[in-house]
């Protein structure tokens, strides 16, 4: 079983840059396939990105290709995203998520286990 953590939210003007964190517990955190979701109000939770065990594979969402950058680091437990060029409607609680998958996968319901998320603001 593994705890998930997630850090770094926060306001940020249109054009912005922040880098998010989830902080992982638990000994087993380099063979989950690891991924990133993000709610907006009102709207239903999405994919965002993903990033295999070893980072060997990564995916993103298309409206965050190029400017969304996932990697993590087995040694510290850790998963990041960094976002740049945000745009206001980059606005919404971001969650980081773990699954047992050896594939990347985008569905909520394939995921096991989530941290508690993290809002970032963007404002135009």
């Known amino acids: 079983q593994v705890q998930l953590v997630e850090s770094g939210g926060g306001l940020v003007q249109a054009g912005g840059s922040l880098r998010l964190s989830c902080a992982a517990s638990?000994?087993?955190?380099?063979?989950?396939?690891m991924g990133w979701f993000r709610q907006a109000p009102g709207k239903e939770r999405e994919f965002v990105a993903a990033?295999?065990?070893?980072?060997?594979?990564?995916y993103y969402v298309d409206s965050v290709k190029g400017r969304f950058t996932i990697s993590r680091d087995n040694a510290k437990n850790t998963v990041y995203l960094q976002m740049n060029s945000l745009k206001p409607e980059d606005t919404a609680v971001y969650y980081c998520?773990?699954?047992?998958?050896?594939?990347?996968?985008?569905?909520?319901?394939?995921?096991?286990?989530w941290g508690q998320g993290t809002q970032v603001n963007v404002s135009s």
């Open positions: 998520a773990a699954t047992v998958l050896f594939r990347l996968v985008t569905g909520i319901d394939e995921y096991d286990y």
């Open positions: 638990g000994r087993t955190f380099s063979t989950y396939t």
């Open positions: 990033i295999s065990w070893n980072s060997g594979r990564i």
